[in-house]
């Protein structure tokens, strides 16, 4: 079946350094991928997505490229923040056309940034 | 913006005791969903509905019951608490048109005494 695999965490990074984390999935057919953040206490929040190889999401200085020809849907951002400092999911949606489409989800990367 | 409201934020309950927990959306979506989380396992799929009083089993939907009976309200029913379902219980709700995302409510904390 579908899966997602992230890159292992924990991650700890400084103030304004350059952030990647894996994300790379096995799925039939062109699923829709997506990146989640979970702030401590909180739900997961949509942090961008894209729905088709070659798109690039992107919101609050975060990227990510859906590449088609390495599974793959990394996420960047050039100058990380202590606010940025949460748990990120990697997603892609199955391909169920009829009924509820669902999430499947990678194991989750938390990021902690030190001042 | 998507709304998705639980009813409680922490909640504690006792062994055997029948617990409901609630989910309220405003946004007119198709499907709902109920996750749990625990540390080291992720996010496990419990129920999902893709309509009123239609369901789905997920992928841990043992000890789980739902209920749709309004489109807005899906709710999730442990039958018997018991301790090894002390955990944090998440909702999300999206429309029924593909490749759409998920919206997450705040979570319940939920411990079993």
């Known amino acids: 079946g579908d899966s997602v695999t992230q890159m292992e965490g924990p991650v700890t990074l400084s103030e304004e350094a350059f952030l990647t984390i894996n994300c790379t999935y096995t799925a039939t057919g062109y699923p829709s991928l997506f990146w989640y953040v979970q702030y401590p206490g909180e739900g997961l929040q949509l942090l961008l997505k894209a729905t088709k190889a070659d798109d690039k999401g992107s919101n609050k200085g975060f990227e990510a490229t859906y590449r088609k020809e390495t599974t793959s849907f990394h996420l960047e951002k050039g100058s990380v923040q202590v606010s940025d400092s949460a748990v990120y999911f990697c997603?892609?949606?199955?391909?169920?056309?009829?009924?509820?489409?669902?999430?499947?989800f990678g194991q989750g990367t938390r990021l902690t940034i030190n001042p | 913006d998507v709304k998705v409201t639980q009813s409680s934020r922490y909640l504690v309950k006792r062994t055997g005791e029948k617990v409901f927990l609630e989910c309220v959306q405003d946004m007119d979506h198709e499907n709902m969903f109920w996750y749990r989380q625990d540390p080291g396992l992720g996010l496990r799929l419990i129920y999902f509905?893709?309509?009123?009083?239609?369901?789905e089993k997920g992928d841990i939907p043992e000890g789980y019951s739902v209920s749709r009976e309004k489109k807005e309200r899906f709710s999730l029913i442990l039958e018997s608490a018991s301790t090894n379902q002390t955990s944090m219980y998440l909702c999300a709700s999206r429309t029924g048109y593909l490749n759409q995302p998920q919206h997450f409510g705040d979570g319940t904390r939920l411990s079993i005494l």
């Open positions: 509905s893709y309509d009123v009083k239609m369901k």
């Open positions: 997603a892609l949606s199955d391909q169920k056309v009829q009924g509820a489409q669902k999430l499947v």
